[in-house]
């Protein structure tokens, strides 16, 4: 049984050769292409291992799962994952029937382009290993042909166009995956729609027992921890259900509370302001205010 270990990885090279494969035709970008001739070996590799670039695995045919952390994913065909650098990751466990291919990018490779700061808000890289991007046959097939041109540059002769054409390609394929991510939110509206309710029943629990009282505000990470889910994926999922991300909707939440308090009850707008959380009741009412139009007592007074 393999020993539990942690191992950084800073370059691109170092994690090549943890994995046992061929050193990088470019130490700042890598994409190695798991097949029948080329099958994933995991016997060098750690356990778990943190790097300092941006991985994005894409499965095109799966027997096997992925280590993530402390947790195991079983992929479906045509699935993605995408790790920003100081992320955990976990071994991947394949079999030889498993084809996959991993795309390694080191942030110093985008240096001087827009999107060394437009990758970053790309909230998918921050996502658990539950919430993939589960492609359509269409879908699979368009990501796919960006990974085979990319491929193609990489293996060719390098010129003073290649890191160009690499980065158009990266760009485009992360447009991509945000737009298919948009429809997943969609097709999965069922399932999404529960996580709404769930979300709604946990603030309103949060507001009427004396949790905000006791423990303060409630946090998207907090939400995020009672859900299962990256604070990330949770933003993005509310967002596309009722466009407003989990902080917006926390708010949305105490302010309806905040209301009720004020029309049907005489507690103090200190008093209400302690309730629902907040140290200091200013915070509470330039809060309301900027929500409202209204201050706290201008609320109760017009409700009256």
């Not at 029948?36 to 300092?52: G, L, Q, R």
Request: cysteine-free.
């Amino acid at each position: 049984m393999k020993k539990r270990s942690l191992v950084r990885f800073r370059s691109i090279s170092e994690s090549h050769e943890a994995f046992g494969l061929p050193k990088p035709q470019h130490p700042l970008i890598s994409l190695v292409h798991f097949h029948e001739s080329n099958p994933f070996n995991t016997d060098m590799a750690p356990i778990y291992d943190v790097v300092d670039f941006y991985k994005i695995t894409f499965i095109t045919q799966n027997s096997g799962r992925l280590k993530y952390g402390q947790d195991y994913y079983d992929y479906d065909d045509g699935s993605m994952l995408f790790i920003a650098p100081n992320q955990l990751v976990g071994t991947t466990e394949y079999n030889r029937n498993t084809y996959a291919y991993l795309l390694l990018i080191h942030p110093d490779f985008l240096l001087g382009h827009p999107l060394a700061t437009k990758i970053r808000q790309y909230n998918y890289f921050s996502y658990s290993v539950n919430e993939a991007l589960h492609l359509s046959s269409q879908e699979r097939e368009i990501i796919l042909s960006v990974f085979k041109i990319m491929e193609q540059e990489l293996n060719s002769r390098v010129d003073e166009f290649s890191q160009e054409v690499i980065i158009s390609q990266i760009e485009l394929l992360l447009s991509y995956v945000n737009r298919f991510y948009k429809r997943q939110f969609i097709t999965r509206k069922g399932v999404n729609s529960d996580v709404l309710q769930k979300t709604e029943s946990i603030l309103d629990e949060y507001f009427s027992s004396r949790k905000a009282l006791d423990q303060g505000l409630p946090t998207v990470q907090f939400l995020s921890e009672q859900l299962n889910l990256s604070t990330g994926y949770l933003s993005d999922l509310l967002r596309s259900l009722i466009g407003q991300n989990a902080q917006q909707y926390i708010h949305l939440k105490l302010i309806e509370k905040a209301k009720e308090k004020l029309s049907t009850t005489n507690l103090t707008v200190s008093e209400i302001a302690f309730e629902l959380g907040f140290e200091h009741s200013q915070s509470f009412s330039k809060l309301f205010k900027t929500k409202t139009k209204l201050s706290p007592l201008e609320f109760r007074q017009s409700f009256n």
